[in-house]
């Protein structure tokens, strides 16, 4: 592979990194936060059944903003072809991701000496760390003030602890 190549492939992806957008990152923690919340009555393997239902989650809702994108926005700009199919897969991956950290939580959860319950609670704390994580990035990404940095982790944070209003009202 010519030098030139690898120097291109390292110019693209400091590129993307550039323009990344940070919006599935927080989509998706709020998703995943959701999803522990909305996990009642689970079956004979209840840590597996949740960790499969947080990556499941979201990786239907990863292809539905691919869907979206592609056939909505995306369609009446410009042509489908391969190479923006991968652009807009690669665009909502935050989604996928942020499902994963709250995914491993529940995973490790009996490494830590946790039953079930505590397994959720762990699964949804890293969940609003990761939006409160993802929200700093994109600001931070975006050039703002630090005022504006803790204004958008303050929004997170209350959206966060609205979830858990809601999961200590379901009392499961």
């Not at 840590?47 to 990786?59: D, I, N």
């Not at 539905?64 to 056939?71: D, E, G, I, T």
């Not at 609670?121 to 803790?150: E, I, K, N």
């Not at 999961?167 to 499961?172: E, I, P, R, S, T």
Request: proline share 4%; with cysteine.
């Amino acid at each position: 592979m010519p030098k030139h190549t690898g120097t291109q492939a390292r110019a693209r992806r400091a590129e993307r990194r550039a323009h990344a957008d940070y919006t599935g990152g927080l989509y998706g923690s709020l998703l995943a936060a959701s999803v522990v919340i909305g996990a009642g009555a689970l079956g004979p393997f209840p840590r597996l059944e949740l960790a499969l239902l947080l990556l499941a989650t979201g990786v239907i809702f990863w292809l539905a903003h691919v869907h979206a994108q592609l056939f909505g926005a995306r369609m009446a700009q410009r042509a489908l072809n391969r190479a923006v199919v991968v652009e807009v897969c690669r665009e909502e991956w935050p989604i996928v991701q942020a499902a994963v950290p709250p995914t491993v939580a529940v995973l490790v959860s009996p490494l830590l000496g946790l039953d079930l319950v505590g397994a959720a609670w762990l699964a949804l704390a890293v969940a609003l760390v990761g939006q409160v994580g993802w929200s700093t990035a994109a600001a931070l990404r975006s050039g703002a003030t630090r005022g504006q940095v803790m204004l958008t982790d303050a929004v997170n944070l209350v959206l966060g602890l609205l979830i858990v209003a809601l999961k200590l009202a379901l009392k499961h």
